[in-house]
C-alpha cells in the first residue's frame, strides 16, 4: 500500500484518494485529494497543504455552507458544483416535531440522501468529471464533512478507473478512522453517531439507485455522468502512474 497522508488537525478528513488503492491499480499520487472543507484551516495546515502543490478546489457544499465557512487555502481557482444539503434539515425537523428518533431513523434518512445523490444531483457529479478531465493539475474536491457528497464523488472515480468495489469501500469507510463530530453538535447522541459515521449502507443505496435507474454502473458512467468510452481512457492517462 502507499504511504498515508499526513494529517491536518484543521482538516482531519484531507487524504490523498491514492492512499487506500493498492499499487497494482497505479494511481498518480499527490494529484487528487478528497477532503472536508478548507474554511477552518490554520496558517500551519493551510502551509503544508499548499505545499502539496494543490492548484484547483472542487467544492460540493451549497451556498450558505459555502458563505459561512470560505475556503482559506490561498492561489487555488475554486469551483463550485453545489449540492444543498438536505440531512440535517430533515433531521431537525423531525427533532422540531416533538418525535424521537432511532439509529435506524437515522440510517434510512441517510440512505434517502445517498440515493438523491443519484436521483437529483447527477448533473452536479458530471460536472466534477469535466472539470477532472480537464486536466490533472493537483485538485481537492470536498463538501463540508468529506464524508458523504464527497464519499460519493471519489467512488464514483474509482469506479470509474477500474477499481474494484471492495477498495471503494475501504476508502470510503476510512472516514470513520479520521473524522470527529464537531464540537457543540445540537443532536441526540443516538443521532450523532449515525450523522458523523459513515456505513456501508449508505453508499450501498446509492449503488441501488443506479442499478434501479440505469441498469448498471457503467450505464450510469454513460448516460448519466456522460463518460464514454474514451474519456474513462482519458482519466486513466491522467490520473494513473
Known sequence: ????????????????????????????????????????????????????????????????????AACVLPDVTLHSL???????????????????????DVVMLMQDTYRGFVRTSTHRFA????LLLESNEPTVFHCTAGKDRTGFAAALFLYAMGVPQDVVMRD?????????????????EVVSRVLYRVQPEFLDAAFEAIEQDYGSMDAY???????????????SDLYRA
Open 221 to 235: 458512467l454513460l448516460a448519466g455522468l456522460r463518460l464514454r468510452p474514451a474519456d474513462r481512457a482519458r482519466l
Open 82 to 104: 453545489s449540492i444543498e444539503p438536505t440531512i440535517v434539515q430533515k433531521l431537525q425537523d423531525v427533532l422540531a416535531a416533538g418525535k424521537d428518533l432511532t439509529e435506524d
Open 1 to 68: 500500500m502507499p504511504a498515508q497522508s499526513p494529517s491536518f488537525p484543521s482538516a482531519a478528513n484531507f487524504r490523498d484518494l491514492a492512499d487506500h488503492v493498492p499499487e497494482r491499480f497505479r494511481m498518480r499520487r499527490h494529484t487528487l485529494f478528497r477532503s472536508d472543507h478548507l474554511g477552518a484551516l490554520n496558517e500551519y495546515d493551510a502551509g503544508q497543504i499548499q505545499a502539496l502543490g494543490i492548484r484547483r478546489v472542487l467544492d460540493f457544499r451549497g451556498v450558505d455552507e459555502r458563505t459561512s
Open 172 to 188: 470510503y469507510m476510512h472516514t470513520n478512522d479520521r473524522l470527529r463530530p464537531p464540537p457543540g453538535t445540537f443532536f441526540p
Open 127 to 130: 460536472e466534477f468529471f469535466a
